[in-house]
């Protein structure tokens, strides 16, 4: 029998072998063996994730990808959601949809994140993809009920339809009427942000009474609770389920019919909604308490008491997101109560207010680092922290692989003895070795940095705000942090020396983002000339960077790296610095007369 | 610029001026002359925060600047964020007059949870006591009744219908005095 050499394999048996390698890293690796495999991979790509929508170009993913079924795509940078991020700053979805439309005809999903979505792109979507199935728009912003009444009526096929988070333009409850008669493909639903007070609940039935295959559906506030047992007794099959609102009036059958929906209810395994909760009405969800893994008590206005005896029902739960009402006390019987535990997320019932209103600590955070093993994923607001109850928790999970912790003030020292909590992190970044995702709070100085540039080598984002001293903090990050992706800094004192020295790990990286820093627009001028497969822009809406000195910080910064050049849609706050100086095309003719319209005072101080 | 002179021109502006603090918490005693007043600023926003915080009965400290994006919670949690009740219904102003008082006052009747509160801001406002309320003998131990006009044009004594009834078809307050009061039904014999 003669030998057969590996690469001697016809196309089609590699490409059917790729064809079992789903994950996009996987892919990529694939594609960089040999030219041959190059070749067979790109023409059997089918997902494609693209987690800056401006580090390449629609028209170069087409080209090296003819045959895509599905596009995730993410536009603005992570502070975005924090209102750091100027509106019209960009991200606009409408370019890739007009390429799409006709280069991949048979696209069936597209999932896009903190991107700007007009009517128009949906319409072009409803209108361009015969055989379009998943839509996913994830704290997207741009477009109106008027949109999506178009993706209704369009996508035949339609599977998901998932508004998570976005912000829309809710102008009538009537655009669910627009799913036709014969639609009864739907999987998955997620209305939960949307406003409008009505919501066109008989449309709503029918269309959850028609779909077989409806796993996923979560309502908005608008919906009551009196409403919802009828839903549950239409789609029994639910494994992921948000109520509307949690409240009603006082009547006694409202209870009985509503747990006895719930009992109907055999597969549901998620929960979330609880908008105005009534406690009364919660013992409706104790049949389907047992298989819970998940749920979201983050709009729950219930406080400590009613949380530990909904939670003490549900000993499967593996992801917990509640208000901190939960305090100290409901954290411990969680801990007690949900062995399986692997995310949690705190969030502040009054983070504006100066006064703690609620008795959580960093010691509700120890006694579930203590009691649940399995405890990867945490996000915690609070007010108070200790190096020590660092420590602790470090020692507890070294499995975390995402830990944020949000000290509300500001600076905030360890309490007990004053210090910077330098080694407290420390401790977290040098027990979890698998820790990919970093959120730092409270008083640090360079000395946290040091410890994360030398521990920290899984470390995929990093977000730091209020801390540091110096330079060398932001060194330590950027020469030791070896898997860094994104960096998002604001108001430390990191400047121009940091960044220079490690431009090159800059293109290693997604983006970095820095805000209030002192960073000059000398440094970023240097930058966006000499790197030229990054895109540095400066932001700043009160006055453009070149009428200031070299030497003054810049107010925003964002750098990425693209394979596209310097994007064409800029407003004219941002500024790409590139190897011809500071440039927007759109801002030199119209600049003067924008500003004078946004802020008047910059006009009367240079008169 | 221009309106603020106007506006201190006005005479006997306490009496007209908008304020932040609820019907029944004190005026200041200082004569602030308004919302405009530029001269004390601060002390006019921390002033209207302890009026708002009187009538709960408790202080809560001042909230302090804030500095944008922090902390880092996303907006739609922000608007979710419980403690208030969403607004969704128009507030009821009801003119409230008192025998003998020189002008009217003006209350948002949904703000009140019943009759007890009602009573209680009134009292606090006009500085009287209006005495125990009974379905057989109205207000008894006062000189004073509350009494309001219904839709129909009748003035009827205040609490012998349920609160929610009341708030819709009042179209006026006001607190009788003296012997009108007993003509009401206080104080039978």
């Known amino acids: 029998m003669q030998k057969k050499r590996a690469y001697s394999f016809p196309d089609e048996v590699l490409e059917h072998v790729f064809s079992f390698i789903q994950s996009g890293k996987d892919r990529n690796a694939v594609s960089m063996v040999c030219k041959s495999w190059y070749e067979i991979e790109r023409w059997c790509r089918r997902k494609v994730f693209i987690g800056n929508c401006y580090a390449v170009s629609p028209k170069m993913v087409i080209k090296r990808f003819p045959e895509v079924r599905s596009i995730e795509l993410k536009g603005k940078p992570h502070f975005a959601d924090f209102n750091l991020v100027p509106d019209g700053w960009g991200g606009y979805v409408l370019p890739w949809i007009v390429e799409m439309a006709g280069a991949y005809p048979w696209l069936e999903e597209i999932r896009l994140k903190r991107m700007v979505v007009t009517d128009e792109s949906l319409e072009l979507i409803a209108k361009s993809f015969k055989n379009f199935k998943v839509l996913v728009l994830f704290s997207c912003e741009g477009f109106s009920t008027d949109g999506l009444a178009a993706i209704a009526a369009g996508c035949k096929n339609l599977r998901e339809l998932d508004l998570r988070e976005s912000d829309v333009d809710d102008l009538s409850g009537h655009w669910l009427t627009h799913f036709p008669e014969t639609c009864t493909s739907l999987v998955s639903l997620n209305i939960s942000c949307l406003g409008s007070d009505e919501v066109s609940f008989s449309a709503l039935e029918r269309l959850v009474g028609r779909c077989p295959n409806l796993r996923s559906l979560r309502l908005n506030r608008a919906v009551s609770l009196d409403k919802i047992a009828n839903i549950l007794c239409l789609a029994p099959q639910l494994v992921d389920f948000g109520t509307g609102n949690y409240t009603t009036e006082l009547q006694p059958d409202v209870l009985s019919n509503l747990t006895a929906a719930f009992s109907s209810c055999k597969e549901l395994k998620s929960l979330s909604g609880f908008w105005d909760v009534v406690p009364a009405y919660l013992p409706a969800l104790y049949p389907v308490c047992s298989r819970l893994t998940s749920l979201n008590l983050s709009y729950a206005t219930i406080h400590s008491p009613e949380i530990i005896k909904l939670v003490s029902h549900c000993p499967s739960l593996q992801r917990l997101l509640v208000l901190d009402y939960i305090e100290d006390s409901g954290l411990e019987a969680l801990a007690s109560s949900c062995k399986d535990l692997q995310e949690l997320r705190v969030f502040p019932s009054d983070p504006f207010g100066v006064e703690p209103n609620v008795s959580l600590t960093e010691k509700g955070l120890v006694s579930v680092s203590l009691g649940c093993p399995k405890l990867q994923s945490v996000l915690y607001f609070c007010r108070q922290m200790t190096n020590a109850a660092l420590v602790t928790i470090a020692q507890n999970c070294p499995n975390f692989t995402r830990f944020r912790l949000c000290i509300i003030e500001p600076k905030t020292a360890d309490y007990l003895t004053g210090e910077p909590l330098d080694v407290g992190f420390g401790a977290i970044v040098e027990h979890c070795k698998d820790l990919r995702r970093l959120s730092l709070s409270g008083l640090l100085t360079d000395r946290v940095f040091e410890y994360i540039g030398t521990y920290a080598k899984k470390l995929e984002m990093l977000s730091v705000a209020f801390a540091g001293d110096s330079d060398l903090g932001l060194h330590h990050v950027l020469s030791g942090c070896e898997s860094l992706r994104k960096l998002e800094i604001r108001d430390c004192p990191f400047g121009d020396k940091a960044i220079l020295a490690n431009a090159a790990k800059l293109e290693t990286m997604r983006s970095l983002w820095m805000s209030s820093c002192t960073v000059s627009f000398g440094a970023c001028k240097l930058l966006g000339q000499k790197m030229h497969r990054l895109n540095v822009e400066v932001i700043d809406e009160t006055e453009p960077p070149c009428s200031r000195l070299e030497s003054c910080p810049v107010d925003k910064l964002y750098v990425y790296r693209s394979i596209s050049g310097p994007r064409s849609d800029m407003p004219p706050f941002v500024w790409t610095m590139d190897e011809e100086g500071d440039n927007n095309s759109n801002q030199k003719d119209f600049f003067f007369l924008d500003m004078f319209v946004r802020n008047n005072h910059y006009i009367s101080n240079s008169l | ?189």
């Open chain 2, 1 to 189: 610029m221009e309106n603020t002179s106007a506006y201190q021109n006005d005479l006997n502006l306490k009496a007209t001026e908008l304020r932040l603090g609820l019907p029944g918490t004190t005026d200041e005693e200082t004569a602030v002359p308004g919302v405009r007043n530029n001269k004390r600023p601060l002390q006019e926003v921390a002033a209207a925060a302890d009026e708002k915080c009187g009538a709960n009965g408790k202080s809560a400290p001042p909230s302090k600047a804030q500095i944008v994006g922090w902390p880092p919670v996303q907006s739609y949690r922000k608007n979710n964020l419980p403690a208030k009740k969403p607004e969704t219904e128009a507030g009821i102003y009801v003119k409230v007059s008192m025998d003998g008082a020189p002008y009217l006052r003006k209350i948002d009747l949904r703000v009140y949870k019943g009759y007890s509160e009602l009573l209680q801001a009134l009292e606090n406002m006009f500085k009287f006591t209006a005495g125990e309320y009974s379905e057989r003998e109205g207000y008894k131990g006062s000189d004073y009744a509350p009494t309001y006009e219904d839709k129909d044009g009748d003035w009827m004594l205040a609490g012998d219908v349920p609160w929610q009834m009341f708030i819709t078809s009042c179209k006026r307050l006001r607190i009788m005095k003296g012997s009108e009061a007993r003509g009401l039904g206080y104080g039978t014999v």
